[in-house]
């Protein structure tokens, strides 16, 4: 029997989470790493990939705290969501569960994969977030 290739979307990638692993889509050709998962490689147009787990700790590069959310985030406004460089260098958006106040650029972050409340759908990121390290 061929091995079973675990498909390359971002249902597989909730999966992932929910055994507490951040798994990207690694291209085997030009060695880019694509989170959340993506079919075909947006640099090189493989379709070949691997999926290889990645360290769920980072630093902020950018945010920008909502103070007008979507109605199933409203209770928990203001917060902030943010562009997060991980160790390896993939970057990824995402909730940060701080005070905005205590938010800096720069600071580190770690990925918690925990249960969000709200009931969100893709591609709005509903199921981990960032708090400071
Ligand atoms: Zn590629």
Redesign the pocket.
Known sequence: MAEQIQAFTIEQFYKHLLQGKLMGAK?R????VHLPPRPL?D????KDFEWIELSPKGKLLTYTVIHVAPSQFQGMAPYAVGIVQLENGVKIPGMIRASPEHIKIGMPLTMDFGTCAATQQWPQWPRYFFKPA
């Open positions: 291209c050709k030009c060695g880019k490689c640099s090189c147009f493989s």
